[in-house]
């Protein structure tokens, strides 16, 4: 039987030690080889780039385990090609741990998009939101038809995980994977906080055919 959980408003910090134990427990309880197997190394299949929302943990959403998926997060899921700290990880998931997968994963009600729609000042994430609000620009005519702000500002986010997939197929380390004969695949996807559902977005690359020809390399 898994642990009581507590409410968010009782957490503390030795509420979070004593949760680890507790989950310790269970873990060996119904796997008492889990830890030995889980210490000998990772080779999980999967890159997630995901949100830092709170309300958005890749393996429970995926109903996976501790070692199956790799993960990013940064607010609102950004994919841009002078973030070495993404890049580090895309480098080492993919010429280290040969992911099969990476998954660029947004949510509806992303507070970085949303912000990203608007013109109040926020602080320094205003800077970061600037890649945001250049996916806006890019696919400007779309948005202008939708009068909707709600849907406008799911559609926002759903572009905003297909422009950092396409962003991830057009960098020089998923390329030269693909040269080099390596199977991978990159998807892009919008997970609902009401529903619970991932929606795939139907955008998946698998080879350098999919790469626009103006960002090919090698």
């Keep these: 039987m898994c642990a009581k ?13 004593q949760g680890n134990k507790d989950w310790v427990k269970d873990t060996i309880d ?35 385990r501790p070692g199956d998926i790799f993960v990013h997060r940064n607010i609102a899921n950004v994919v841009v090609h002078t973030d070495m700290n993404l890049l580090s990880v895309l480098d080492y998931s993919i010429n280290v741990l040969k992911v099969k997968h990476v998954i660029v994963c947004g949510h509806y009600g992303c507070g970085g998009v949303k912000a990203a729609l608007g013109n109040k000042q926020v602080g320094i994430i205003d800077n970061w939101l600037r890649n945001i609000r250049d996916v806006y620009r890019t696919h400007e005519r779309e948005m202008a038809t939708i009068k909707d702000p709600d849907q406008r500002f799911d559609r926002l ?19 030269s994977a693909w040269a080099n004969g390596q199977e991978l695949a990159v998807h892009a996807w919008v997970y609902s906080l009401k529903t619970g559902i991932i929606k795939d977005l139907k955008v998946t690359c698998t080879c350098l055919d999919d790469v626009a020809p103006a960002f090919k390399v090698g």
């Design 5 to 17: 959980t507590i409410d968010t408003k009782d957490i503390t910090y030795e509420s979070l030690l």
């Design 30 to 64: 119904s796997d008492p080889a889990f830890f030995d197997k889980l210490s000998e190394g990772q080779s999980p299949p999967v890159l997630w780039i995901g949100c830092s929302d709170s309300r958005v943990p890749a393996n429970q959403i995926t109903n996976t």
């Design 157 to 175: 986010v759903e572009l905003n995980a297909i422009e950092g997939a396409a962003n991830v197929t057009n960098t020089s380390i998923v390329q």
